[in-house]
């Protein structure tokens, strides 16, 4: 029984581990994208990284577009932070849960 409890907790902490990285990596691409919009705010002209080639671009399409990719991220991490308060909740119970059966085997 307290293995099985073990286990489930070392998956969550590593599911949440996953999820903190996941997040970072989220939050930092829209420090990207606000980086590139107040870039584009200041500049005369703006390109677009196709594959391995740079084209021209108005601003206002790059704009759109990475505003559209920022509010995507965003959406994401709303969804990132409330898996982790999820994933932290039921560590949290399950820690509770196996050092109650502890004390209660001593």
């Known amino acids: 029984m307290n293995s099985t409890k073990i286990s489930q907790l070392q ?8 999820t903190l990285l996941q997040k970072q990596q989220i939050q ?18 703006a390109y677009k990284i196709i594959g391995n080639i740079m084209v021209a671009s108005s601003k206002d399409n790059l704009s759109k577009d990475i505003n559209e990719k920022k509010d995507i991220a965003v959406i994401r991490l709303n969804n990132f932070v409330k898996q982790e308060e999820r994933l932290k909740k039921n560590i949290e119970e399950l820690q509770k849960e196996v050092v109650d059966k502890f004390k209660k085997n001593e």
């Open 11 to 18: 998956i969550l902490q590593q599911n949440l581990q996953n």
């Open 28 to 45: 930092n691409s829209i420090v990207e994208f606000e980086s590139a919009l107040s870039e584009l705010k200041v500049t005369d002209k």
